[in-house]
């Protein structure tokens, strides 16, 4: 994916000055997705992929969807695959689909709103999407070292642990545990209630004793702090997690926080929270879980994104490779001394 900053530019650049005829059927299309109750992480990324394809069609002299044909939007999909970010990389296969999802799904809604004469997107092939291992898994001891890093005579710092506490014990992702409201944690039956997760599914998960007792910590002595002395704790809404003005934590925040204790633990490893997550389901599976129970806890809709784990949790097949493999029986032969 291209830099929060440069999506921050072009999204600017869009809200400035009139509107163009696609960019005013785009906004239909988004509150459509709205009143239908799409995601707002869905709408959000569909606004950003229709936004990169205007732009491109208004470099190029493309001003209103009937001049959109099958060549332009087979033109746009070359240039994806070409394109490269400010630090050289090519777009991944991922953000290529992203990007061309939303336009396949635009010209759709505009076909079936006979808004346009034909769809020049019906015949449009996603690339497939990557099916990479998860980068960067965390050891326990790494994991350890990172919430070492903490400054606990701070409320920020009591917060932070808290947050990579939970981060950690129950693999939730970050914009589900921003959305954590105070009554969505049960302490007594130690769960916590993830309410409209990634495609608006909610769900129960399971936490430890050590989380839910640094959550207790945070929420008795740093988060009443934070909310009196706060600038905004009037925008809080019952969130949890609050900021140092006392406004609910976003999830860009969540991101630079972890990537800053990664760098003081020396941890040379790239990511943030999700690393946490990854981390989780992977020492789960190595530990003897059940891929079912780690599919209903990281929240997968379906069991085959969750199988990724069974190829990054080496050390249980190596322990299984070993004691039931006949290669893996054989003891070398001793060399023989010479003379």
């Known amino acids: 994916m291209e830099r929060s900053q440069d999506k921050k530019d072009k999204t600017d650049k869009k809200g400035k000055g009139s509107e163009s005829e696609m960019e005013k059927l785009m906004n239909r299309h988004l509150d459509w997705m709205q009143i239908r109750g799409y995601a707002q992480y869905t709408i959000k990324n569909s606004r950003y992929g229709l936004i990169c394809f205007i732009t491109w069609c208004e470099e190029r002299g493309i001003t209103g969807p009937n001049e959109v044909s099958t060549a332009v939007i087979e033109r746009y999909q070359r240039y994806l695959y070409h394109h490269h970010k400010e630090d050289g990389g090519p777009l991944s296969l991922g953000t290529q ?11 759709h809604w505009l076909a079936r709103n006979h808004l346009i004469l034909f769809n020049p997107a019906s015949e ?5 999407r990557d099916n990479r291992l998860p980068r960067n898994v965390l050891s326990l001891a790494e994991v350890e070292k990172i919430l070492q890093q903490v400054d606990l005579s701070t409320l920020v710092g009591l917060r932070d642990r808290a947050i990579m506490e939970m981060l950690f014990c129950t693999g939730i992702r970050r914009g589900e545990l921003v ?15 993830i309410r409209e997760g990634k495609g608006k599914k909610d769900r129960v998960v399971p936490t430890g004793e050590r989380a839910l007792l640094w959550l207790e910590k945070y929420l008795d002595e740093a988060r009443p702090r934070l909310l009196n002395e706060g600038k905004r704790g009037d925008k809080e809404n019952g969130a949890i997690f609050l ?7 976003q999830p860009y925040t969540l991101g630079k926080m972890v990537r800053k204790y990664l760098k003081s633990a020396g941890i040379e490893k790239e990511g943030n929270c999700h690393m946490f997550r990854h981390s989780m389901a992977t020492l789960m599976l190595e530990g003897g879980a059940d891929i079912r129970y ?22 249980k097949l190596k ?4 004691k039931t493999h006949p290669g893996a029986l054989l003891k070398p032969k001793r060399k023989r001394k010479k003379g």
């Open 97 to 107: 689909w992203a990007r061309l999802l939303a336009v396949r799904s635009f010209f």
């Open 124 to 128: 449009l092939e996603l690339p497939k």
């Open 179 to 193: 959305n954590l409201k105070l009554y969505d944690v049960n302490i007594e039956k130690t769960t916590l209630f």
């Open 243 to 249: 900021n140092s003005q006392g406004g609910a934590m």
């Open 294 to 315: 780690i599919q209903q806890m990281l929240g997968h809709a379906r069991l085959e994104t969750t199988q990724i784990y069974t190829r990054v949790s080496i050390e």
């Open 319 to 322: 322990e299984v490779h070993k």
